[in-house]
C-alpha cells in the first residue's frame, strides 16, 4: 500500500530544490513552519488524504512544463484538471467499470496510458513500466498527464483546441464531442478562470505573489454600494448566512472542530483572509455550505458573484493548523 507522510517521501532531492526555489513555496512552506533541509509535510484533508495546496500544484506543472514540454502546455490546464479529477488528491484512486481501469494520482492516470505514453511516443522521463506505483508520486503522475494533454492536442496529426482536448481527456477521443462530456467541460472552464492567476471579480490579473503565504481559493468579491460607492468587505459568515444557515455550520461536526479549533465564537464567525484581505471558504466550509444552507444573502445580484456561486460547486480550498496557529491555506 503506498502512503505518504512528507513530500522528501513522494519528490527527488532536485526536484525538492526546485520546489524551495520558487518564491511563492517558499514563503508557503515557511509560514506552515517547515525548515530548509528538514523533511516538509504534506497538507491532508479532514479524511487524512494528501493532497497539494494550489501554490504547490501551480508550482509543480509550472516545473513540468518548463523542464519537459517547453512550455507548450498551459500549467493553468493541469492545475484546472487536476481539480475537477482528484482534488489535487496524491493517492485518488478511480475505477472505471466500462473500461475495466483504474485511475490514479493527481491526473488520474491509467498504468496502461502511462506505459503506452512511455513504449510509443518515448516519454521516457519517469520509467513506470513494471512499476504503476511511482505514478502516485506528484511530478511523475504531472508529467504523464502533460504528455496525455500534448498528445491529444495533436491527435490524428491535427491541431485540436481546448475543447477538445479537456472534453478528450475526460472521455476519450471519441467522446471529445459527444454530449456525455460537455458538462465536463463547462465545470473545466467555471475552475480555470476561478484558478489564483486568473482574473478576480475586482478587476485586473492575480499573478502569484510571492509574498502571499497562501493560496485563495473560493475567493469572495468585495461589493460596491450604489449609494455611495464605497467598498464594502464581507468579513463574518453573518453577514453572508442567515441565522438558518449559520445554526446549520455550527452543528457540522466538522465544521464546529475547524471553527472551535481556529477560536471563532457564535455570532462572530471570521471568513479565512489572504494576504490582500479577501475571505474565500475552507475545505471543511465548502463541502458543509454545499451539503446545507442554501440561503446565502447576495446583495450583489450581478453576474460576478454568481458566477462565484456556481464554481463554488469545483473548488475548494483548506486550512491547515500547526503548533496552535491557523495558517490559511
Request: charged content about 20%; glycine content about 8%.
Given at each position: 500500500m503506498v502512503s505518504f507522510k512528507y513530500w522528501d517521501d513522494?519528490?527527488?532531492?532536485?526536484?525538492?530544490?526546485?520546489?524551495?526555489?520558487r518564491p511563492e513555496v517558499?514563503?508557503?512552506?515557511l509560514d506552515a513552519g517547515e525548515t530548509i533541509g528538514q523533511k516538509v509535510h504534506l497538507s491532508r484533508d479532514p479524511d487524512g488524504q494528501n493532497y497539494l495546496t494550489q501554490t504547490e500544484m501551480r508550482a509543480v506543472a509550472d516545473i513540468i512544463v518548463g523542464r519537459h514540454f517547453d512550455s507548450q502546455i498551459d500549467p493553468d490546464m493541469l492545475c484546472a484538471l487536476a481539480e475537477l479529477e482528484s482534488d489535487r488528491q496524491l493517492l485518488a484512486m478511480r475505477y472505471d467499470r466500462k473500461t475495466k481501469q483504474t485511475t490514479v494520482g493527481i491526473m488520474q492516470i491509467s498504468p496502461k496510458t502511462a506505459e503506452w505514453l512511455v513504449s510509443e511516443l518515448g516519454y521516457r522521463s519517469y520509467e513506470v513500466e513494471g512499476n504503476p506505483d511511482l505514478l502516485y508520486r506528484p511530478f511523475v503522475n504531472i508529467y504523464f498527464g502533460a504528455a496525455y494533454l500534448k498528445y491529444l492536442a495533436n491527435f490524428d496529426q491535427i491541431k485540436r483546441n481546448e475543447e477538445f482536448v479537456v472534453r478528450a481527456y475526460k472521455g476519450g477521443t471519441k467522446k471529445a464531442t459527444h454530449k456525455s462530456t460537455l458538462p465536463y467541460w463547462n465545470r473545466y472552464l467555471l475552475v480555470n478562470e476561478s484558478l489564483p492567476t486568473r482574473?478576480?471579480?475586482?478587476?485586473?490579473?492575480?499573478?502569484i505573489d510571492a509574498s502571499v503565504s497562501t493560496s485563495p481559493v473560493s475567493t469572495m468579491p468585495v461589493s460596491t454600494s450604489p449609494?455611495?460607492?464605497?467598498?464594502?468587505?464581507?468579513?463574518q459568515w453573518e453577514s453572508r448566512a442567515s441565522p438558518e444557515d449559520m445554526e446549520d455550520m455550527w452543528n457540522h461536526p466538522d465544521v464546529l472542530k475547524e471553527w472551535t479549533k481556529s477560536g471563532e465564537k457564535q455570532g462572530q464567525v471570521r471568513f479565512s483572509l489572504d494576504a490582500k484581505q479577501r475571505p474565500y471558504l475552507s475545505r471543511v466550509e465548502l463541502k458543509a455550505y454545499l451539503a446545507g444552507p442554501k440561503n446565502v444573502d447576495t446583495p450583489e445580484n450581478g453576474p460576478l458573484w454568481q458566477k462565484f456561486e456556481r464554481a463554488l460547486s469545483d473548488y475548494e480550498g483548506t486550512r491547515r493548523d500547526r503548533g496552535g496557529s491557523c495558517t490559511i491555506l
Open positions: 513522494c519528490v527527488d532531492p532536485q526536484d525538492m530544490e526546485a520546489m524551495w526555489r517558499n514563503t508557503e512552506w482574473k478576480f471579480a475586482g478587476g485586473g490579473n492575480a499573478p449609494v455611495s460607492n464605497t467598498v464594502v468587505s464581507h468579513t
